[in-house]
């Protein structure tokens, strides 16, 4: 079956633009997670949606935001964008919510701030 | 957050087996115990999950201590494809799906 799908694979933005990035979970899968990945903080992560709510939120600035959509499909959107912003921004979808289930993730979007 | 300890690189000769280990003295009753392993240019990969007991998959084993304050994930054979980041991570009950990762061991592994 086939995995955790995210576009674009790369973008590149400038400062003070806003961009969305999307994910689509394997089928069946309702809970979707994102996570940023620097070479200096690591994997953070940003939040996680479960039937079209949000249930989990990491420690980033309310440019951050996200969605999610009936079809579990995922969206996540930064504003206002900052050098400190450019990441691989890596999307996780698993059948539930909880600390009982494997996550899977996808390959990631690598976005650049110039 | 509970936290857990890994080194921070072991190495490895292929087709031998490997034991990675995980320190988390602060775990509470109903964390489970994650690992996941990130290959160079792409996104984690789901290994391997517990609470108590020992648990066995095709990719690997995790070994949980009595008193749950540590755990070792073993990779029977070592192959080179399995050189990779290999987080140990602690997943809250109150948490949802949130991972929290920590540095990992980078596992290097020699033909």
């Known amino acids: 079956k086939a995995g955790v799908t995210q576009t674009p694979r790369y973008l590149i933005k400038t400062r003070g633009q806003q961009v969305t990035l999307s994910c689509s979970p394997i089928s069946g899968h309702r809970s979707v997670s994102w996570y940023q990945q620097t070479p200096g903080q690591g994997l953070q992560f940003l939040f996680e949606?479960?039937?079209?709510?949000?249930?989990n939120k990491g420690n980033f600035p309310g440019r951050f935001s996200g969605r999610q959509f009936s079809n579990s499909r995922s969206e996540m959107n930064v504003s206002t964008l900052e050098l400190g912003d450019s990441a691989l921004y890596l999307c996780?979808?698993?059948?539930?919510?909880?600390?009982?289930?494997?996550?899977?993730f996808g390959s990631g979007t690598r976005l650049t701030v110039v | 957050d509970a936290k857990t300890t890994q080194p921070n690189s072991m190495e490895s000769n292929e087709e031998e087996p490997v034991h990675l280990p995980c320190n988390h003295s602060?775990?509470?009753?109903?964390?489970?115990i994650h690992w996941y392993r990130q290959l160079p240019s792409q996104g984690p990969e789901y290994v391997i999950h517990g609470l108590t007991s020992n648990v066995n998959n095709r990719m690997a084993s995790l070994a949980i201590a009595e008193d749950r304050k540590s755990s070792t994930l073993i990779l029977h054979r070592a192959t080179l494809r399995d050189a990779a980041v290999y987080y140990c991570i602690l997943s809250e009950a109150n948490a949802g799906n949130m991972l929290t990762f920590g540095g990992g061991t980078r596992l290097m592994v020699k033909p």
């Open positions: 602060t775990i509470s009753g109903t964390d489970y």
């Open positions: 996780a979808s698993s059948t539930r919510t909880g600390n009982n289930y494997g996550y899977t």
């Open positions: 949606y479960f039937s079209e709510t949000q249930r």
